[in-house]
Structure formats: C-alpha cells, structure tokens
C-alpha cells in the first residue's frame, strides 16, 4: 500500500493551473525529489499532502486512508513539515519548539522530555540547547531544530519544502547527508522540493519532475537519465554534470 497516493489532483490559482491532473504514489521508505522550474506546481503538490492547500478535484490518501475524510489539524500532525524559512518560534526556546506538536497531542511532561532529548541527540545538537533561543543558533543549527520539532510526533512521512536553500554550501551539503541518514535510520518516507538538480541526485531514490502542473518524468536519477527523450528533462538531468565539468576546467586553469 503506497504512504502516499494522489490521483487526479487540479489545482487552479484563477486562470493558471498549478496542478493538471496529477497523479503519483509513494511507496513507505521511499525519498522522493520534486524538480522543475519555478511555477512547475513542486510546492502546491507538496502541501496538497498534508492539506495545506486543498485541490480542486481528485483525492489524497495517507496510508490508504481518505485524507479530506479526517480533520485537516489530525492529517498533519501525522505528517511532519519542514520550511526553508524554518519557522521557529522565536519567543520559545529550542526545547519549546521541538515540544509544540507533542503538548498539542496531550503528551506528560516525562515523555516529551525525553523525545527533546532524543531528537537533539538525532539531529547532531547538543542537550544544552534546549534551553537557548532560536536566535542564538546558526542557520544550520536552526535548520536541525526545524527537522527536530518536524520529527517531534513520531510522524512516518516527512514533507520539505527547500529545506537547506538557505544554507551555506558547507553546510547544505552535511545536513542534507545527515537528513538522508535520518530517513533511513527512521524508515521515513520523504517528499523534498528542491532547485538543486545535484541534492535531488545526490539524496533521493526517485526524481519527479513538473512542468506546467504535470509529471513529465519519474525515476530513479540513473534510469531517468538514460531514458528520457524529453530535451528539457534531459538537460535538467545533465546539469550537476555540466556544472562539475565546469568547475574541473576552471580549477584545471587555476593550477
């Protein structure tokens, strides 16, 4: 049974369609990359899963079950979300964030200590900064508090939205590593928007790419690349290859 199944789903923002019949599954386990040029529907696909923005037609079900058929706050407590722009709260501390969905959900004090301690053990941080505020942190450091507070509830399917887009690329590049690790350590099942051709080659089993509101290829990268006739897909593909070769020549030049 697919974690996530759409089917059908339209989307229309006034005269423009951002989601054209858009049909996809997911299977529990897998990490999958949404790609495609800006205004291609990637992030209105995306929070069309956990009801952030609800289609126009068509169904979604989690886990075969009817999402529109259960209360939209329920749906999304079951799924975690993380943003570019973090959204930490910033009159909370760190373990005051990384609390809110669990308070939420009823939990004793004992557990949700714990599930803080835990979760800043599984994202790299150390227990002292439970206690700090957002605004003492790094970037990265942020962004670990964001997938922190995302796992909070023990959700099995993470949805993110250009989680490391704002990052150094230092640092972009070891998050993006320790998240994939995450997902596999948690069995998660991953959704992930990204721009960056190379961190959706590099991190996800499955590439989905969107034009004009529609899938236009679906894959595993290698197999992508080898199959697909479609120019603007193709180039797409190619292009953490193009950019490596670039960089080789102007490194060769530099010595």
Do not use: C
């Amino acid at each position: 049974m697919p974690a996530i199944e759409l089917s059908k789903i339209e989307k229309r923002f006034g005269a423009h369609a951002a989601l054209a019949g858009v049909d996809l599954a997911i299977q529990p386990g897998e990490f999958v990359a949404l790609v495609g040029p800006s205004g291609s529907g990637k992030t209105t696909l995306l929070k069309t899963i956990n009801g952030l923005s609800e289609p126009d037609s068509g169904s979604v079900r989690i886990g075969g079950e009817d999402a529109g058929a259960q209360p939209v706050h329920q749906l999304r407590r079951r799924i975690g979300y993380v943003f570019q722009e973090i959204g930490l709260f910033p009159h909370l501390t760190v373990g005051e964030n990384i609390a809110v969905t669990p308070r939420l959900l009823g939990w004793e004090r004992p557990r949700i200590a714990g599930r803080v301690n835990d979760l800043l053990e599984l994202v790299d941080l150390p227990h002292e900064v439970a206690g700090r505020m957002p605004a003492a942190l790094s970037g990265g450091q942020r962004q670990r508090v964001g997938v922190a507070r995302a796992l909070a509830a023990e959700p099995k399917i993470m949805l993110m939205d250009e989680p490391f887009g704002a990052l150094d690329p230092l640092t972009r590049d070891a998050l993006g590593g320790d998240y994939r690790a995450l997902h596999d350590k948690l069995n998660l099942t991953t959704v992930m928007v990204t721009h960056d051709m190379a961190e959706a080659v590099l991190l996800a089993d499955r590439i989905v790419v969107l034009t004009g509101g529609r899938i236009v290829a679906d894959g595993a990268p290698a197999e992508l690349l080898a199959s697909t006739t479609d120019p603007e897909v193709r180039a797409l593909l190619e292009a953490p290859r193009r950019q490596a070769e670039r960089l080789r020549e102007r490194l060769g030049a530099a010595t």
